[in-house]
């Protein structure tokens, strides 16, 4: 009776995830498969399926290598069993899954694609112009003013945001040194200079040879992928989802505060630099007596420091010089984590779900997953007919 009762119930437990599909998580650049586990629970405690697999890769390659390799894996796996998985897939993932797609085309095991994040038209954290152009005007901003300054009270305008001028450099030169943005700056500053430029040439030689570089904006591999159009169904023959999330909460600072642990301090530095230089800025101008043309144009210089490093004011430069936009999830501007429509072939049968926003969700808060990020994948999920939890 007890071997009845077991068969009875491995019966049923088949036939109930029979005709579910399987569920894949892509990670990010520099990413484990673990960063894909909160995303995970969230959606499985709603959402059938018929087994789970996340995908693991090096970010050591170029993004179509990656895709093979992802390919091979996904091939493999007992979990996927060449049936049409949901594919859920966060910032270089989703090239990397719509790679994927693109080289097995109608044998992919994709039913749903969902990106989060997803760079499709690139991002500006991946283009040194856009680098030289950031760091070139914070630079300007907090040492040409006291660089230019000829007055005697330039040493106490020295003494009172040396410390914080530091606090700003560590910061950035931190967010600089991160391997998924762009290693421009060495961070170990305990290296004699030639050791510093030999690692410096090595790090930037992998950023010119890496995935990195493809994620660049109007870069060609970006510019090939947009103009192949996806596959209409999978490898069971079904009718494929396209969908994407984007995060809108762009503010620096959560975001540094989360990648580095300097997030607070930076901001704190540059209040006090912004405060110290509109403080000594006006002083200057009012002292001038309007003849002493060197001192008003220190003051005024001063000023405008003050202004560029007004840490609301730096957000809105980090996104705007650096990202691309001022609207961005902090990493990707918001126009290029939405799934480019023109790539899917809507009238052959693919399905375009129009892409949904999270603002409150930063890149790196994208896969905790925020509320919203929850509510955009129960959202999605459902239009792609993926069974709830009980519905059968």
């Not at 491995?10 to 650049?29: M, R």
């Not at 060609?220 to 999330?245: C, D, H, M, R, W």
């Not at 003050?306 to 126009?335: C, K, M, R």
């Amino acid at each position: 009776m007890r071997k009845l009762s077991l068969m009875v119930l491995l019966l049923f437990t088949i036939w109930l995830f029979a005709d579910n599909s399987p569920l894949i998580l892509i990670h990010g650049l520099n990413g484990r498969p673990s960063d894909m586990s909160s995303l995970e629970e969230a959606v499985s405690n709603t959402f059938q399926f018929s087994d789970r697999f996340k995908v693991g890769y090096d970010s050591n390659a170029k993004i179509e290598d990656i895709a093979i390799s992802v390919g091979e894996q996904i091939a493999n796996s007992a979990q996927v069993n060449n049936k049409q998985a949901v594919v859920i897939a966060h910032s270089m993932g989703g090239l990397v899954a719509r790679q994927y797609m693109l080289n097995k085309q109608a044998s992919s095991a994709v039913k749903a694609l969902i990106t989060i994040g997803t760079p499709h038209t690139g991002t500006g954290l991946a283009t040194i112009p856009n680098w030289i152009a950031f760091l070139g005007t914070d630079i300007a901003a907090i040492v040409a003013p006291p660089v230019l300054d000829i007055q005697p009270e330039r040493s106490i305008v020295l003494a009172t945001t040396a410390g914080s001028i530091l606090i700003f450099a560590e910061g950035i030169g931190k967010l600089a040194a991160i391997g998924y943005i762009l290693p421009l700056i060495p961070a170990q500053w305990n290296l004699s200079l030639s050791v510093q430029l030999d690692a410096f040439s090595n790090r930037l030689a992998a950023y010119k040879n890496s995935c990195i570089s493809e994620m660049a904006l109007n870069n060609q591999f970006l510019s090939n992928l947009n103009s192949a159009t996806l596959p209409v169904k999978g490898s069971e023959g079904k009718s494929i989802y396209y969908a994407s999330i984007y995060g809108t909460k762009s503010d620096l600072f959560p975001m540094l505060e989360e990648l580095t642990g300097y997030g607070t301090e930076v901001q704190s530095a540059l209040g006090t630099i912004s405060i110290n230089y509109a403080t000594w800025g006006a002083y200057y101008v009012a002292t001038n007596g309007w003849w002493n043309w060197v001192r008003l144009a220190n003051g005024l210089a001063y000023l405008a420091g003050a202004a560029i490093t007004f840490p609301p004011h730096q957000s809105w430069t980090y996104n705007t010089l650096l990202v691309g936009s001022s609207e961005s999830d902090a990493v990707v501007p918001t126009y290029s984590q939405k799934f480019p429509k023109n790539v899917v072939p809507i009238s052959s049968g693919a399905t375009y779900i129009d892409p949904v926003p999270a603002d409150d969700a930063n890149h790196l808060e994208e896969t905790i997953p925020t509320q919203k990020v929850k509510y955009a994948l129960d959202y999605i999920l459902e239009r792609a007919q993926v069974p709830k939890i009980g519905s059968n």
